[in-house]
């Protein structure tokens, strides 16, 4: 009787292996895999169960018909949207978002595919179908909803300075007579335009750029987002400050292409789930360890002042 019992134990538990192996293996319930998405393992989204198919004829189930989703992000931003030289992967706190979205419409974070989305090209990006979404660092407003729609808020950053270690500039007052680098097209460019008159503008593709205009003497300042600004000091500590403080709120939402209310309801979905989960907390100190963790963001990018 005894032994009889050892055997049936023996063959439920080969059985339970059996699963486990089957639920860890590389494919998942649409059939892709992380080596077919061109994608690294996510550093904390774990798989789980796909959502259910979207009507036939909308974004959303176009997009889960091709088995991947298509996401614009930076390359340029440390902590954000980074391309990791080391590791030829991006990385950052949007590249994890786009991953928690891939993972409720797939039941797998890695059945993504990243392009690289600069300031200028975020929005044409969407409107002509180059992706899905964008994921990029893109300050939600009034102008910009007229030709996009725009997630709920999944961060709020604010405007400021990066300067050399040397520099006399203080903050926004300082700016008279300087040149101040910043990306095409961007919501930086037109903030510092109206807040700094008495500044000469530079404009450059990526901030990458104005950085490196900025370190060998043609600019004395680069602005954009605060938490841009610090990825960069963080890269060059020992010739680079950020300095004056927030002079804007900038609300970071998702853009899609107007029309793809199911895509978007997904998405807001998403953010939902993750803000309440404590899900977004853990991304934040993942990529932003210098700081403290901040209240989840308001649903409603209007709501940031």
């Given at each position: 009787m005894y032994r009889r019992f050892l055997m049936a134990l023996?063959?439920?538990l080969a059985l339970i292996l059996s699963a486990c192996g089957q639920s860890t293996g590389q494919t998942d319930s649409t059939g892709s895999s992380p080596a077919a998405s061109g994608a690294p393992a996510a550093s904390g989204a774990a798989g789980g169960k796909a959502m259910e198919k979207a009507a036939e004829g909308t974004a959303l189930r176009a997009i889960q018909d091709r088995g991947k989703l298509i996401v614009g992000v930076k390359y340029d931003q440390p902590g954000f949207g980074f391309l990791n030289p080391t590791t030829n992967q991006v990385e950052g706190f949007d590249v994890e978002i786009a991953r928690e979205i891939a993972k409720r419409i797939f039941g797998d974070p890695n059945a993504i595919e990243f392009k690289e989305s600069i300031s200028k090209n975020r929005i044409p990006y969407l409107n002509d179908g180059t992706v899905d979404m964008v994921v990029a660092t893109m300050t939600a407003n009034e102008e910009r909803a007229?030709?996009?729609?725009f997630s709920d808020t999944y961060y709020v950053a604010g405007q400021s300075l990066l300067v050399k270690k040397d520099s006399d500039?203080?903050?926004?007052d300082s700016l008279k007579g300087k040149t101040v680098a910043t990306a095409k097209g961007s919501t930086s460019e037109k903030n510092i335009t109206a807040k700094a008159p008495e500044a000469k503008i530079d404009l450059y593709d990526t901030y990458a750029d104005g950085v490196q205009a900025?370190?060998?003497g043609r600019a004395d300042a680069v602005t954009t987002d605060d938490i841009i600004l610090y990825g960069f000091q963080t890269q060059n500590p020992d010739q680079l400050k950020v300095v004056g403080g927030q002079f804007t709120k900038e609300p970071y939402a998702i853009g899609v292409k107007k029309g793809n209310a199911e895509l978007l309801e997904a998405i807001n979905a998403t953010l939902r789930d993750i803000k309440q989960s404590g899900r977004w907390a853990e991304i934040?100190?993942?990529?932003?360890?210098?700081?403290?963790?901040?209240?989840v963001p308001p649903q409603d990018w209007r709501e940031v002042k």
């Open positions: 023996t063959l439920t007229q030709q996009i729609d500039i203080q903050g926004i900025l370190l060998s934040y100190k993942q990529f932003i360890p210098e700081q403290n963790v901040p209240d």
